[in-house]
């Protein structure tokens, strides 16, 4: 039976997928492992189940060897994944788009509401038995009804935020590398604008384009410098979207008012200064965590490589 490498623990739902159509090789790391280890985990592999973390290039695939037919990653973002070196070696590439939508959403909504009104300081106040008593002045935060968010990148995570904050009064505008059907931008009342035009103008930034080489470091000192005083940013993408020091000098000196972050530029490790603002809400990429979620995830992953190595077609391929 071929022999499918996965790189960390994954439901058992998933398991059992592959166990129908090969030999489970279950990394005994509850880690990350180093580029070294993976190469020797994946060695003599047909397919190759990897995480976000896992860098997947073309001396990866030489050392799974001849027989790598499938890579499937547990996300849907693929940034990790030498995507072009993997098609040249005729190694066929799958995400999983779709399945985390709604919780991804919720997650970035989440995020928005707590720095915004400020939920995290209120909490850790609590939590430090600080004497306090309400008061007209007393952590005021900001509403959202008639406000401007801004969203980069309405594909369908995007477009699920953008529901959410209808539902709070917001005004939509959004920017990409193109327009959304009319029909979308209807239902939505999206509008189509610059991202030099969505950082003047939005109170929130929220942030769901993929990681790019344009991407990288797109909000940097000078597009926080572009926002509102009082604007809000929201990243639940990829981290090095945003230039993690310079979003700290600009909290520190006031030229947003605060962030939500549930990913970050050298992942797990996070800007040190960031850790002490009380302006910015942190979470350790919880985006998908849901259990319903990572388990369709890792689901439709086994599902892809059971495909492949069946010699059926993949459900969710990525094309170089």
């Not at 953008?162 to 239902?187: C, H, N, Q, W």
């Not at 572009?226 to 990243?235: Q, V």
């Not at 800007?271 to 603002?277: A, I, M, N, V």
Request: charged residues 25%; glycine residues 10%; proline residues 6%.
């Amino acid at each position: 039976m071929p022999t499918i490498a996965v790189t960390r623990w994954i439901p058992d739902d998933a398991l059992k997928v592959l166990a129908e159509v090969g030999e489970v090789k279950l990394s005994p790391a509850d880690r990350p492992l180093t580029p070294d280890e993976l190469r020797d985990f994946v060695r003599g592999a047909s397919a190759i189940v990897g995480m976000l973390q896992d860098r997947i290039d073309g001396e990866v695939a030489d050392a799974a060897g001849p027989e790598l037919k499938v890579v499937a990653t547990v996300a849907v973002g693929y940034d990790n994944l030498d995507v072009p070196e993997l098609a040249r070696r005729g190694v066929t590439v799958t995400n999983t788009p779709g399945v985390l939508t709604d919780a991804t959403a919720d997650l970035a909504f989440g995020l928005l509401l707590a720095v915004t009104r400020r939920l995290g300081e209120g909490e850790r106040l609590i939590r430090s038995r600080t004497p306090w008593s309400f008061h007209l002045g007393f952590l005021l935060g900001s509403g959202l009804q008639d406000k401007t968010l801004g969203i980069v990148g309405l594909g369908q995570i995007g477009q699920a935020v953008a529901r959410r904050a209808l539902g709070f009064g917001m005004r939509i505008v959004y920017s990409g590398r193109s327009r959304v059907t009319e029909d979308v931008e209807k239902t939505l009342g999206a509008e189509y604008v610059s991202v030099a035009e969505l950082l003047e103008t939005s109170d929130v930034v929220s942030l769901h384009c993929p990681l790019t080489p344009e991407t990288r470091h797109l909000i940097d000192a000078d597009a926080l410098k572009a926002m509102k005083p009082g604007a809000y940013l929201i990243n639940t993408t990829r981290g090095p979207v945003v230039h993690e020091a310079a979003l700290a000098d600009a909290l520190e000196a006031g030229e947003i008012a605060g962030a939500g972050l549930d990913v970050f530029e050298a992942e797990p490790d996070v800007e040190p200064r960031l850790l002490g603002l009380e302006n910015v809400v942190l979470t350790p990429h919880l985006g998908s965590a849901t259990v319903e979620t990572r388990t369709a995830m890792a689901v439709l992953a086994a599902e892809n490589v059971a495909s492949v190595l069946t010699g059926g077609n993949p459900l969710t391929e990525v094309r170089p």
